[in-house]
Nanobody
Framework: QAQLVESGGRLVQTGGSLRLSCAAS????????LAWFRQASGEEREFVAA????????HYADSVKGRFTISRDNAKNIMYLQMDSLKPEDTADYYC??????????????????WGQGTRVTVSS
């Protein structure tokens, strides 16, 4: 069964940087829109960023625009999220997801059929 596996989450200080990775188990993922979502404790899962299958279209949540950069390397079946200028409010479990149906950049979790297990990012103040 196709899988997504996130890595790279850890404790970091305010203003620091992290790079999250999402490794896909199948080259089929190269045809999907991929996205990052996050979920803070007690909160709903929220959209962070999405990237089209080619990498030619990208969309960010306003809360991370200018600080986070999404990218993908289809040759390696990996998606990245470079996070700079981190803030305590970025603390959350971060999930990667694949939209196996549409070719858009959906911001709603229900459009994404496949999810990783999550990686925790904690930003200390």
């Amino acid at each position: 069964q196709a899988q997504l596996v996130e890595s790279g989450g850890r404790l970091v200080q305010t203003g620091g940087s992290l790079r999250l990775s999402c490794a896909a188990s199948s080259r089929t993922f190269n045809t999907y829109t991929l996205a990052w979502f996050r979920q803070a404790s007690g909160e709903e899962r929220e959209f962070v960023a999405a990237i089209s299958w080619s990498g030619g279209s990208i969309h960010y949540a306003d809360s991370v625009k200018g600080r986070f950069t999404i990218s993908r390397d289809n040759a390696k079946n990996i998606m990245y999220l470079q996070m700079d200028s981190l803030k305590p409010e970025d603390t959350a479990d971060y999930y990667c997801a694949a939209d196996t149906v549409t070719r858009g950049l959906a911001v709603v979790p229900s459009y994404y059929a496949l999810w990783g297990q999550g990686t925790r990012v904690t930003v200390s103040s």
